[in-house]
């Protein structure tokens, strides 16, 4: 038998470090306990209003079709170059978010014509240079509505450089080359494409084939020349020097 001594150091089976087990009864509920909770399914609590999912993709061409109900000249632009703008990401094999992310900035890409005043939108005939130069301030007033937005800071950056030019003699940053956004170069040709074969007030619609020689004629002037040439090979009608 182990000596007690009295006021010295406790005894080892005393220490603090060492817990009693719990009585054989109350173990047995608490595994049985656990065991249950563990195993039975999950309830998902009830959604506060805050967090419902809603298809913001959806949302957000419903907005843009409303926003562009204020110009019948370019109904339905937004969505026309989100369409092809994803067909040539997909073509590229973008990752799905790249691809998803240059859809969206395909429909609010010129979300900041907005801001622009009716008397310059919805002019017929050309605009004087005043009128353009702040015509061309919507690239910035589009990413300055997005900027905030969580989850949309690469499409704010696409909104913004949508009209830069591969050669830097774009607007708003002067932007050249790689330094454009991918998703800016893509938007930049299905923009063109579009509004070359769309009516318009201020110049004739374009057929197909004319657009797609005109874009295949600008590759490394104010398109990418690589995205270029992939875009006039997605589309039928492309030029014969594209085949
Ligand atoms: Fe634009
Ligand atoms: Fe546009």
Not at 43 to 70: G, M
Not at 188 to 211: C, G, H, L, Q, W
Request: with cysteine; glycine share 8%; charged share 20%.
């Amino acid at each position: 038998m182990f000596p007690v001594t009295q006021g010295g150091p406790a005894p080892l089976t005393a220490s603090p470090s060492v817990r009693k087990s719990p009585s054989p009864k109350y173990s047995i509920e608490l595994r049985l306990s656990l065991t249950i909770h563990f195993l039975m399914p999950r309830r998902t609590p009830p959604p506060h209003p805050s967090s419902l999912q809603i298809d913001i993709h959806a949302f957000i061409e419903s907005f843009v079709n409303t926003l562009e109900a204020r110009d019948s000249y370019t109904a339905g632009h937004s969505q026309r170059v989100s369409d092809l703008a994803a067909s040539l990401a997909h073509e590229l094999r973008l990752p799905s978010w790249s691809a998803s992310a240059i859809h969206i900035a395909g429909d609010l890409h010129d979300i900041g014509k907005v801001g622009i005043p009716d008397g310059i939108l919805l002019k017929s005939g050309r605009l004087t240079p005043a009128e353009y130069e702040v015509m061309q301030t919507h690239p910035v007033i589009g990413f300055e509505i997005l900027k905030g937005v969580k989850g949309l800071g690469e499409v704010a950056l696409m909104v913004r450089h949508h009209h830069e030019r591969y050669d830097g003699k774009g607007y708003p940053d002067g932007l050249a080359g790689d330094d454009i956004p991918l998703g800016a170069r893509i938007l930049a040709i299905a923009d063109s494409f579009d509004a070359m074969t769309s009516n318009r007030t201020y110049r004739p619609v374009k057929t197909r084939e004319a657009a797609l020689e005109e874009l295949w004629r600008e590759r490394g002037r104010q398109f990418d020349p690589y995205l270029a040439a992939c875009f006039c090979g997605l589309q039928p009608g492309r030029p014969a020097t594209a085949a």
